[in-house]
C-alpha cells in the first residue's frame, strides 16, 4: 500500500486560508481516488473532498465553494486549498488513497487544522 504523509496543517483566524499537501511514497497515476477527510473532536471522520483518477471531483456540501483539491500525478502529490475557514472547520485532516481490485484504503496520520473566531 502507498504510504501518505500530509503537511500545512496549523492555526489560522476565521476567514484565513490554508493548503494541505498529501505526499504519496509512490506514483500515484493508478490510484483510482484520492481524498480528504477530517476529524473534529467527538465527531465521526468525514469526507471533505475526492478526486478520481480521471479528475471527477467531489466536494463535501459543508466545503463546496471554499475548498479546491486538486491531484499533481508528476509530484506525487495532493493538495487541499482551504479558504474562509470558520471554527467549525477544525480538525484533524487525513489523506486518503483507494487503489487496487479489490479497493484497498490507505491512510495517513492527520494533520491538524485549528481555526479560531
Known amino acids: 500500500q502507498v504510504q501518505l504523509v500530509e503537511s500545512g496543517g496549523g492555526l489560522v483566524q476565521a476567514g484565513g486560508s490554508l493548503t494541505l499537501s498529501c505526499a504519496a511514497s509512490?506514483?500515484?497515476?493508478?490510484?483510482?481516488?484520492m481524498g480528504w477527510y477530517r476529524q473534529a473532536p467527538g465527531k465521526q471522520r468525514e469526507l471533505v473532498a475526492t478526486i478520481t483518477r480521471g479528475g471527477t471531483i467531489n466536494y463535501a456540501d459543508s466545503v463546496k465553494g471554499r475548498f479546491t483539491i486538486s491531484r499533481d500525478n508528476a509530484n506525487n502529490t495532493v493538495l487541499l486549498q482551504m479558504n474562509s475557514l470558520n471554527p467549525e472547520d477544525t480538525a484533524v485532516y487525513y489523506c486518503?488513497?483507494?487503489?487496487?481490485?479489490?479497493?484497498?484504503?490507505?491512510w495517513g496520520k492527520g494533520t491538524q487544522v485549528t481555526v479560531s473566531s
Open positions: 509512490r506514483s500515484i497515476i493508478s490510484i483510482k481516488v
Open positions: 486518503n488513497a483507494v487503489e487496487g481490485v479489490p479497493s484497498a484504503n490507505s
